[in-house]
């Protein structure tokens, strides 16, 4: 019989937790549609970075992506001035929009690209390659638009993307389940998949295996950065304004969400699913803090406790423990190894 995961198990249970302590509190108002559509609305932008969090910390070797924000505040704002240059929002906002989306996709592209290269052929720690880069993406978005919001206006087809619906379910987040459910089944069923888990889990043998692990690093930071792009399209299409300081604490989140999701952070082991479980139960856990009435810093006080617990939960296995001592309640007459 497969092992349970126990870090599904726990994100589950944790959702059914905050939903029915949420709707007690609130008096059902927090279970509303209204309620619900909103907070979907808000997962998938950190989800996607998320997910590019999670992608960098199973190629292992201390794997980070520190400037996933920075990566997706520049795509919104050089796609954004690109694209405002050949399409007034007004006259064109099918041309605009295909545009502005498809320069932020190919501008993360490039700095995930140029993360990957600089940490796969020149041997520079992740961390610090990440955090580099953080700074540059951060002046060149500066440089361009001056310190200045650049307003992208609200073009029908971007503003459906940021705040639509298709059968009550936002598109955005439509759009982040089927980027994770592509990206799960890629790292699930595919050679990339499995090199980029060899990869984490042992360098050394990944080294020896004769696969091109620098090609798979590259790859892996590209994708981050691909995540990145499409976040800062999300984030201008839920915004008229795209500003290069937007989301300032999105990093911490980005790590907490991943870290939640049970992503080793020696490399070797990350769940798409997990991470997606992980970013609504973050969000849940947000919009029930401002029912509650507490304040923004209450609630950086409260990731940074979380953060800390998760990385002690998982420095320890204790997840691990859980799903045996529930495996073996399902199983009782199996045979002992």
Same mark, same amino acid.
């Given at each position: 019989m497969r092992k349970l995961d126990g870090n599904f198990v726990l994100l589950v249970t944790l959702i059914v937790v905050l939903l029915t302590i949420g709707g007690f509190l609130s008096g059902g108002t927090y279970l509303s549609l209204f309620n619900l559509q909103s907070m979907a609305n808000q997962v998938p932008e950190l989800g996607l970075l998320a997910i590019g969090v999670m992608l960098a910390m199973c190629a292992g070797n201390g794997g980070i992506d520190l400037s996933g924000i920075a990566m997706a505040n520049m795509a919104g704002v050089a796609s954004g001035l690109f694209a405002l240059q050949f399409f007034p929002v007004d006259e064109a906002p099918v041309a605009f929009t295909i545009t502005f989306i498809l320069g932020c996709a190919v501008v993360g592209l490039i700095g995930g690209t140029l993360n990957g290269l600089i940490i796969s052929r020149l041997g520079i720690t992740p961390i610090l390659c990440t955090l580099g880069t953080?700074?540059?993406?951060?002046? %060149? *978005?500066?440089?361009?638009s001056d310190g200045r919001a650049v307003r992208i206006g609200a073009p029908g087809p971007l503003y459906e993307l940021g705040n639509g619906y298709v059968f009550g379910i936002p598109w955005s987040f439509m759009l982040f389940i %089927? *980027?994770?459910?592509?990206?799960?089944v890629v790292l699930r069923y595919t050679p990339y998949g499995v090199k980029l888990m060899m990869t984490g889990a042992n360098q050394k043998a990944a080294k020896f295996s004769g696969f091109a692990r620098a090609r798979i690093v590259t790859v892996t930071y590209a994708l981050s950065g691909l995540l990145a792009g499409l976040s800062g399209a999300i984030i201008a299409a839920r915004n008229v304004n795209v500003k290069w300081d937007y989301g300032t604490t999105y990093l911490l989140i980005a790590i907490l969400i991943a870290v939640m999701a049970g992503v080793k952070p020696d490399g070797g082991y990350g769940r798409v699913i997990n991470v997606v479980l992980s970013a609504i139960i973050l969000q849940l856990m947000s919009s029930l803090l401002n029912f509650i009435g507490l304040s923004n810093f209450v609630r950086d006080l409260a990731w940074g406790a979380l953060l800390l617990f998760f990385l002690f939960v998982n420095r320890f296995a204790l997840v691990e423990h859980f799903a045996d001592l529930l495996s073996s309640r399902r199983s009782p007459h199996a045979p002992k190894p």
């Amino acid at each position: 019989m497969r092992k349970l995961d126990g870090n599904f198990v726990l994100l589950v249970t944790l959702i059914v937790v905050l939903l029915t302590i949420g709707g007690f509190l609130s008096g059902g108002t927090y279970l509303s549609l209204f309620n619900l559509q909103s907070m979907a609305n808000q997962v998938p932008e950190l989800g996607l970075l998320a997910i590019g969090v999670m992608l960098a910390m199973c190629a292992g070797n201390g794997g980070i992506d520190l400037s996933g924000i920075a990566m997706a505040n520049m795509a919104g704002v050089a796609s954004g001035l690109f694209a405002l240059q050949f399409f007034p929002v007004d006259e064109a906002p099918v041309a605009f929009t295909i545009t502005f989306i498809l320069g932020c996709a190919v501008v993360g592209l490039i700095g995930g690209t140029l993360n990957g290269l600089i940490i796969s052929r020149l041997g520079i720690t992740p961390i610090l390659c990440t955090l580099g880069t953080q700074m540059f993406f951060t002046g %060149v *978005t500066v440089v361009l638009s001056d310190g200045r919001a650049v307003r992208i206006g609200a073009p029908g087809p971007l503003y459906e993307l940021g705040n639509g619906y298709v059968f009550g379910i936002p598109w955005s987040f439509m759009l982040f389940i %089927v *980027t994770a459910t592509i990206l799960g089944v890629v790292l699930r069923y595919t050679p990339y998949g499995v090199k980029l888990m060899m990869t984490g889990a042992n360098q050394k043998a990944a080294k020896f295996s004769g696969f091109a692990r620098a090609r798979i690093v590259t790859v892996t930071y590209a994708l981050s950065g691909l995540l990145a792009g499409l976040s800062g399209a999300i984030i201008a299409a839920r915004n008229v304004n795209v500003k290069w300081d937007y989301g300032t604490t999105y990093l911490l989140i980005a790590i907490l969400i991943a870290v939640m999701a049970g992503v080793k952070p020696d490399g070797g082991y990350g769940r798409v699913i997990n991470v997606v479980l992980s970013a609504i139960i973050l969000q849940l856990m947000s919009s029930l803090l401002n029912f509650i009435g507490l304040s923004n810093f209450v609630r950086d006080l409260a990731w940074g406790a979380l953060l800390l617990f998760f990385l002690f939960v998982n420095r320890f296995a204790l997840v691990e423990h859980f799903a045996d001592l529930l495996s073996s309640r399902r199983s009782p007459h199996a045979p002992k190894p």
